[in-house]
């Protein structure tokens, strides 16, 4: 059974830092990445990252916050620096398996950012 939990949410200043962390059961994903839905707002992209490492990020969050994978511990990590009201949200670990052709959501972590 495949499994996301996120982990690293929480309670920051304006302008601090946060690092999310997603671990997965251990299947080979194609595709990671994180959302985050804030309240009465639809579910939106943050970040995604390939197998490979090529990266995408939402135009909101480019320069503030990086990707990452550690596939050897199934692994993936969402850094937040500059962070901003409007990043508060809850974030959700997402992964994609090409084979069979599926997606898989964490529970979410819930990110306040105080002004």
């Known amino acids: 059974q495949v499994q996301l939990v996120e982990s690293g949410g929480g309670l920051v200043q304006a302008g601090g830092s946060l690092r999310l962390s997603c671990a997965t059961s251990?299947?080979?994903?194609?595709?990671m990445g994180w959302y985050r839905q804030a309240p009465g707002k639809q579910r939106e992209l943050v970040a995604v990252?390939?197998?490979?490492?090529?990266?995408n990020y939402a135009d909101s969050v480019k320069g503030r916050f990086t990707i990452s994978r550690d596939n050897a511990k199934n692994m993936v990590y969402l850094q937040m620096n500059g962070l901003k009201p409007e990043d508060q949200a809850v974030y959700y670990c997402?992964?994609?398996?090409?084979?069979?052709?599926?997606?898989?959501w964490g529970t979410g972590t819930s990110v306040t950012v105080s002004s």
């Open positions: 997402h992964a994609e398996t090409l084979i069979p052709p599926r997606q898989y």
């Open positions: 990252i390939t197998g490979g490492g090529n990266t």
């Open positions: 251990g299947n080979i994903f194609r595709i």
